[in-house]
């Protein structure tokens, strides 16, 4: 995309950034994350439908944070995760300079069919960033409507017992590898809950107790933050359905604050606003 | 039964001694007889001690291979072990694996030379091993130079010795704290007779020689090793023969866990003790 | 060699009696979603045996990924060490040369001084079946490493497709020999095999580069700038580490109530951010490409002289499993085309 490759080498020789942080070609496999540092590193910059990574989760990573500033190519749901980062405070919208790439969906290169998060897209033309490159694309799900989630209708129709077996199995192939954690761009903590001894709040070996704190903690700290990438899902070697606990969880967002997150950058995130009009059913 | 080299021996904690407000010294004896009367180790060697319930640390074995009956570590609490290691009391039973890695060249290389040991802080525990070592078969070595410093007069380990060093004739002790450190606030209620200046500041100002057959066993913080080393070179000695113990963090202690590697430099291995010929030819990743 | 032939059918139905087994352990391919794991099969584990290759490797079955290596009881008198449950045997089904390769090269370490009992006795103990390779793809490179997709290092068992229905059955050691015999009715005389098998050969995979030229430019080149550049996309998590059949970092934890603990052996993996970090909060290699680094000079220097192997197989898991797109081959080929830039 010669568009990108230009804007990628001006930012780069103006020195307006330190790094830019895009996509290149990983032949049969699609697309794979590239640091460019320097004009002949963004020749390789691509875009595609293949560009699957959420390459905002790069942001936090200390050799990144170092830079005076970075630029990243994002489609709407990476941006989504931005949205959140500058909520949360953990970067100013001067370090950052966006490169909003439009996109109608992206693919599976081993021809699985279009991602499932496309079809409740709200965001196929970047809703925050400094330049937007590539076609505007129709926007096909309604802003106000909620998004429903119908993988999940199938695990609420369990009984618990059922549940209790399904992730027992599921969680069975949990290696901790924390790819999840650290593929997503929200898991940011620069000492993670599983790296404590004192005390040991999470088994760190692979066995069902371990696995089990491990995958729901982590869900949990999701909560009203998780912005439905799925890239938690797609690099998890073990093929485990995360998404079901993270979009298990939106639904409870949506459902007490109305929430949906990392659209609005102006907006206050629930579980750090006070509102008092908030649900207090669970007050008994 | 194969032996499980994950066991650890049985120990039992005859005394201990608090050396700073952070720091202890465990004597220990092996609860089973037979271990007692047949285990024997190195100056410089290393173990693994349990805390049973937290977990195993690494420290050296601190205390003299030419004492038997017991062994002695000191430790500092930094973490969940050692924690859990400080609250124990004389009469509680730790886990101890060892003894692991190489030893000082005692024999090889440093009998009937002049030796300079050089330690700060809690960097005293290793070479305080080597120190009665060689004070235990004083006769087999020539001028012996001991310059121990800490930050603060509290942080001194082994006061006593310290004393028991001073007195003897045939050792020469420099002792010193950092500036300001032998202030009341820093727990110095004695009048402090030492000198006042930063380990290696002290060691270039005193009247130790040094030469190239002389030998210098140097431990402390990486910042006083980093000033130190240039010091004992400008004196004369040469690189071959200045001997440090190398620290990184351990889990297994006897080269499977691939965690103390510097470069193909196993710390539990090839090490701990190393002479800073080879430690510069090493990787910077310690 | 002894060769003899079995089905698919005769080989899904004898995992399935082992399975049933409860005096062994018995691990063997099974699907889930598109892709196939060597799991621990129980008797209702619906095995799999069409696939190109598993995303795990059969380490877990001989080196698992935590174990129990010390039991004990606290009393008031002081502690009380207890035996641990014995080691059964095991049979292991469904790794390709590359898996069982790699079960020499693990010999070294946990044998290296002091013997890790854990570990051989299980390898003691195992019968590891081998399904030679029937295709390959870009992440393969077990032919630069001197091992081949028919390659017999490591297996008891090796089994080359030569029909549509079964394998030839070659008996590599005797302990292999012995597991026929002691299951015969499975087993049949060896057959002709059908036109256009083997389907893969050595030298469908070609050799990709020189590995004393990478050793030695990876000895001489600790501060080169390369490793960031290469290692750039690296996020820190262990994917790579777990599924490869030679990584074997762990940890040691206690867990333990206030009267009784078990200590466990676990796997870890150098590439998470805080293997190194000492309690004192120092942390020799912070940052990711430091740790990627000792990951390949790991496995392709320090191992080499300890051992005189390479420790890798070639098997290209990691390259797989990595969705950060970082590839060992092309790391290890890029350092090889740099190691003949002269100098250095």
Redesign the interface.
């Given at each position: 995309m010669q568009e990108l490759i230009n804007k990628a080498k001006e930012l780069i020789e103006n020195k307006e950034v330190d790094l830019l942080i895009g996509y290149q070609s990983?032949?049969?496999?699609g697309?794979?994350?590239?640091?460019v540092k320097n004009p002949l590193q963004a020749e390789q910059l691509i875009f595609n439908q293949y560009c699957l990574?959420n390459l905002v989760?790069?942001l936090m990573?200390?050799?990144v944070k170092a830079c005076k500033k970075v630029a990243v190519v994002a489609k709407g749901c990476d941006i989504r995760a931005l949205v959140m980062l500058l909520s949360e405070n953990q970067m100013s919208r001067e370090d950052v300079y966006i490169i909003g790439m439009t996109c109608d969906h992206v693919v599976s290169p081993?021809g699985?069919g279009e991602n499932e998060k496309c079809a409740t897209c709200k965001v196929h033309n970047p809703h925050l960033a400094d330049i937007v490159l590539g076609s505007p694309v129709q926007e096909k799900y309604p802003k106000d409507k909620p998004v429903k989630h119908t993988q999940i209708e199938k695990l609420n129709a369990m009984s618990q017992e059922e549940r209790w077996a399904f992730w027992q199995e599921e969680f069975s192939?949990c290696?901790?590898?924390?790819?999840c954690?650290?593929?997503c761009p929200l898991c940011y903590c620069e000492?993670c809950i599983v790296?404590y001894n004192t005390p040991?709040w999470i088994?760190?070996?692979?066995?069902p107790r371990g696995n089990f704190a491990w995958n729901i903690v982590r869900a949990l700290h999701l909560a009203g933050r998780c912005i439905d990438c799925g890239?938690c899902e797609?690099?998890c070697?073990?093929?485990i359905p995360l998404m079901l606990l993270n979009q298990s969880l939106q639904e409870e967002a949506q459902e007490k604050f109305e929430w949906e997150a990392g659209y609005d950058p102006e907006s206050e995130p629930p579980l750090t606003t006070f509102r008092k009009e908030d649900d207090e059913e669970f007050i008994r | 039964?194969?032996?499980?080299?994950?066991?650890?021996y049985?120990m039992?904690i005859t005394e201990i001694v608090q050396e700073t407000p952070d720091t202890q010294t465990f004597r220990l004896v092996f609860?089973d007889p037979s271990v007692k009367e047949n285990f024997s180790f190195k100056a410089g060697q290393f173990g693994l001690y349990?805390a049973?319930?937290?977990?195993?640390?690494t420290f050296c074995v601190a205390s003299s291979p030419t004492r038997k009956d017991y062994i002695e570590c000191t430790f500092r609490t930094?973490?969940r072990v050692?924690s859990e290691l400080a609250n124990m009391n004389v009469g509680d039973?730790i886990?101890f694996r060892g003894p692991y890695g190489n030893s000082f060249p005692l024999e090889e290389k440093f009998y009937g030379k002049n030796i300079t040991f050089v330690a700060g802080g809690i960097g005293l525990a290793p070479v305080r091993c080597v120190i009665w070592n060689v004070l235990d078969l004083r006769d087999k070595f020539k001028v012996v130079n001991i310059v121990y410093g800490a930050r603060t007069y509290s942080d001194l380990t082994y006061k006593h010795e310290l004393k028991e060093w001073e007195e003897r004739k045939d050792v020469n002790l420099v002792k010193t704290v950092d500036p300001g450190g032998d202030s009341p606030e820093c727990g110095c209620t004695i009048k402090w007779e030492g000198c006042v200046g930063f380990v290696p500041t002290v060691l270039e100002q005193s009247d130790i020689k040094g030469g190239k057959d002389d030998i210098a066993v140097v431990c402390g913080p990486p910042i006083m090793i980093k000033f130190t080393l240039p010091v004992l070179e400008k004196m004369g000695f040469v690189p071959e023969n200045i001997y440090t113990t190398l620290?990184?963090?351990m889990?297994?202690g006897?080269?499977?866990?691939?965690?103390c590697?510097?470069?193909?430099f196993y710390v539990c291995?090839h090490g701990p003790v190393i002479s800073y010929a080879d430690l510069s030819k090493l990787?910077q990743?310690? | 060699m002894a060769e003899y032939y079995i089905t698919q059918s005769k080989m899904t139905a004898l995992m399935k009696e082992l399975a049933s087994d409860s005096s062994m352990e018995v691990f063997g391919p099974v699907k889930?979603?598109?892709?196939v794991?060597i799991?621990k099969l129980e008797d209702t584990s619906e095995l799999c045996l069409d696939y190109f290759t598993t995303?795990?490797s059969i380490k877990e079955a001989i080196f698992p990924?935590?174990e129990p290596?010390?039991q004990?009881k606290?009393r008031g008198e002081?502690?009380e060490?207890e035996?641990?449950p014995p080691i059964k045997p095991l049979v292991v089904f469904g790794g390709h040369p590359c898996d069982a390769a790699s079960v020499p090269l693990m010999k070294d370490?946990?044998s290296?001084?002091?013997?890790?009992?854990f570990y051989l006795?299980r390898l003691e103990k195992v019968v590891i079946i081998t399904l030679a390779c029937d295709e390959k793809d870009?992440d393969c490179f077990c032919t630069s490493l001197g091992g081949s997709p028919h390659g017999e290092t490591g297996s008891d068992l090796l089994l080359e497709r030569v029909s549509k229905e079964g394998w030839q059955v070659k008996v590599v050691s005797d302990k292999g020999k012995k597991f026929i015999e002691s299951h015969p009715d499975f087993f049949r005389d060896k057959i002709t095999p059908e036109k256009g098998y083997p389907k893969i050969q050595d030298k469908d995979i070609p050799v990709m580069f020189q590995l004393d030229r990478v050793k030695t430019w990876i000895e001489k080149n600790?501060?080169h700038p390369l490793w960031e550049?290469l290692s750039?996309?690296c996020?820190?998590?262990?994917?790579c580490?777990?599924?490869c059949p030679t990584c074997?970092?762990?940890?040691?934890?206690?867990?333990?109530?206030?009267w009784e603990?078990v200590?466990?052996?676990?796997?870890?993996?150098?590439t998470?951010?805080?293997?190194?970090?000492?309690?004192?909060g120092h942390n020799?290699?912070?940052?990711?490409?430091?740790r990627y680094r000792?990951r390949i000079?790991?496995k392709y220097?320090?191992y080499i002289?300890?051992f005189d192997h390479v420790s890798c197989t070639g098997c290209g898991r990691c390259s797989r499993?990595c969705?950060?797109?970082v590839n060992i081959l092309d790391i290890i080929k890029r350092i090889d085309e740099e190691s003949t830039k002269g100098e250095k």
């Open positions: 990983d032949g049969e496999k697309a794979k994350p590239l640091f990574n989760t790069y990573r200390p050799d081993d699985t192939r290696i901790r590898c924390y790819a954690r650290q593929a000492r790296d040991q088994d760190t070996r692979s066995n890239e797609r690099v070697p073990a093929n | 039964m194969p032996e499980n080299i994950y066991e650890p049985l039992e609860k349990s049973f319930g937290a977990g195993e640390s930094t973490g050692t039973t886990g620290e990184n963090k889990k297994c006897l080269g499977k866990c691939g965690r590697n510097v470069g193909n291995k990787p990743e310690y | 889930k979603g598109n892709d794991f799991s995303v795990n990924r935590f290596i010390l004990y606290i002081g502690v060490l035996d641990l370490l946990f290296w001084d002091y013997k890790d009992h006795q870009k600790f501060e550049e750039s996309n996020w820190s998590c262990a994917a580490t777990y599924v074997h970092c762990f940890d040691i934890t206690d867990d333990a109530t206030m603990g200590r466990t052996k676990n796997w870890d993996a150098c998470l951010p805080f293997f190194t970090k000492h309690a004192s020799p290699r912070s940052q990711s490409y430091e000792q000079s790991h220097n320090y002289d300890l499993v969705k950060a797109g």
